[in-house]
């Protein structure tokens, strides 16, 4: 067989098309999202070569239109997970052994498929499945996903160079072993970008996995199936699994086989795994690896010298895009007193021009919130801040459930700065606004690094760099991703890598070489060329 070197296509970040009217993009997708509309799908469970239909089945709808069906998925028995395991188990052999330019090629390949004939299909089954506008959309299951593909494959080869100091006598090599077993990947609904990597990252590494995503992401996951079937990947490297959560995850975490958690989703829920793979522990061939990205109370906090339009803005696209449902989305604001009218007066203005209702209407820029169960917990939220006289409803405080889970975007004004929506994570459009003192810089600082258990993405507004490299230094813990006079969303793939500590995860940064270093496990081997004869060393002559 022949060798060589070899060198990868080098990473960029894929365009953003803007979808603007007379695009040949905006006509493609609102063609594709009326053809899936206007048609029904059947997601079956894929494992190996098989795609089985279990006949225990749910329906999936848009958000925004809810009495609609757009199929059904079929969950999973223990025996489809048990089968799921076994699968993965006897794909492993071969895809850890094969050669790393192989497994690259499969993955830059369906980078762009995504970037090509899979475009519109992927991110017309984001905004149907998941109310996200086009936008919203583009950004996250195109441009992120491919991102996510094409930087992962370099980074792989930047692991893979890194080997150790040898001599004339000794050669000495770092090999990079997938994990012993199989990775459990469990995603979120809010991004399908997520959903591809966390089963894929591991899988480009040679690993195998099972892959358990969301019930409200099962209608964009399956197009991701058919973009890495069609890519080449082998039969049995990712198999898909829906059903219960209790008892997939049971299931897959008593297998001694298990060695890795690859988790975006709740706090709650991902320390739950935590301590059951700890009370595991005794079972498993090796320690499993457990990298998460859990829940964010995400903060801006503006000096009384930032510019109150762009504190505005930030506000206003930070805590409402894709309705507050980012694991970053800003959902605390400290704001100066002194800025505070002219702030609120910019805020009312771009809140009152907002459109809601569907992501075919391009026009809207906000639209339902993802299910029932979420549109409940943020209307007793809402309707507790009216009745409260710690808070105020600046503007919003609507909703509505007849045709969609709508929720009007609403920002509360608290005298209480401990108040229940400035620690509490709603993952909606609702946004908490507390007032500081000019003068109580420092002590608020304190306040927003230990007001809840998060830390996962802020956002500093200032014109004085003093204030700002303060804030910077004296927040270096409340955030894995800060912002210095931007919004705290919309870190992008190979630039600002994602992830965040204390209760909002382990910080292993998805999509950089650091999450990817989880998913090897490896082997040093050293050779001599010529091998002592002799026992002694010199220090033991006479």
């Known amino acids: 067989m022949g060798k060589g070197v070899f060198q990868v296509p080098q990473a960029v970040n894929e365009p953003v098309k803007s979808y603007a009217p007379g695009t040949p993009e905006r006509e493609l997708v609102l063609q594709e999202y009326k053809s899936q509309y206007n048609s029904t799908v059947e997601v079956p469970l894929y494992i190996g070569s098989e795609e089985i239909k279990s006949g225990d089945t749910a329906t999936m709808s848009p958000p925004h239109d809810h009495k609609h069906i757009l199929g059904t998925y079929h969950k999973a028995s223990k025996e489809h997970v048990e089968k799921a395991i076994s699968t993965a188990l006897e794909a492993r052999e071969k895809w850890a052994n094969l050669e790393w330019e192989q497994r690259a090629a499969v993955f830059l390949k369906a980078a762009e498929l995504i970037a090509g004939p899979y475009r519109y299909k992927i991110n017309a089954a984001t905004m149907l499945g998941q109310s996200k506008n086009i936008y919203q959309a583009e950004i996250d299951s195109a441009c992120e996903l491919i991102d996510f593909l094409r930087f992962n494959v370099e980074y792989m080869t930047r692991i893979y160079e890194e080997q150790p100091e040898s001599s004339s006598e000794a050669w000495n090599r770092l090999e990079y072993r997938p994990l012993e077993g199989f990775v459990y990947a469990v995603t979120p609904f809010n991004f399908t970008a997520i959903a591809g990597n966390l089963p894929s990252a591991p899988a480009l590494m040679g690993n195998v996995a099972i892959w358990k995503p969301s019930d409200s992401q099962v209608y964009s996951a399956r197009v991701i199936m058919e973009v890495f079937k069609e890519a080449g990947l082998p039969d049995g490297v990712i198999n898909m699994v829906m059903g219960d959560p209790k008892m997939i995850s049971d299931t897959v975490l008593a297998s001694r086989d298990f060695s890795g958690l690859h988790f975006t989703g709740s706090t709650t829920v991902f320390k739950n795994l935590w301590k059951q793979i700890g009370d595991n522990i005794h079972n498993y061939r090796s320690y499993p690896r457990i990298v998460g990205e859990t829940g964010g109370k995400d903060f801006i906090i503006a000096h009384p010298t930032a510019h109150p339009k762009q504190v505005a803005t930030a506000i206003s696209r930070g805590a409402f895009e894709f309705q507050g449902q980012k694991c970053s989305a800003a959902s605390r604001v400290y704001l100066p007193k002194s800025l505070w009218q002219e702030i609120k007066d910019f805020v009312i203005e771009d809140l009152k021009s907002f459109k809601m209702g569907s992501p075919e209407d391009m026009s809207n820029f906000i639209t339902a919130v993802i299910h029932e169960a979420s549109f409940d917990k943020l209307a007793k939220f809402i309707d507790g801040a009216k009745e409260d006289d710690e808070a105020e409803i600046v503007v919003g405080g609507n ?118 270093y989880r998913w090897i496990s490896p082997r040093t081997i050293k050779e001599t060329f010529v091998s002592a004869t002799d026992y002694r060393y010199p220090f033991m002559g006479e």
């Open 399 to 516: 909703y509505d459930k007849s045709k969609g889970y709508f929720v009007e975007p609403t920002i509360i004004l608290t005298s209480n700065k401990r108040y229940s929506t400035m620690c509490t994570e709603l993952f909606g459009p609702v946004v908490t606004i507390y007032l500081y003192e000019d003068d109580q810089w420092e002590e608020t600082l304190k306040e927003i690094d230990e007001a809840t258990e998060y830390a996962l993405t802020g956002a500093i507004f200032s014109q004085d760099r003093y204030a700002a490299a303060h804030a910077t230094n004296a927040l270096q813990n409340a955030a894995g991703n800060f912002y210095i006079n931007d919004k705290p969303t919309g870190a992008v793939v190979g630039q600002q890598p994602f992830g965040g500590a204390r209760g909002s995860g382990t910080n292993d940064k998805a999509g950089s070489i650091l999450n990817l």
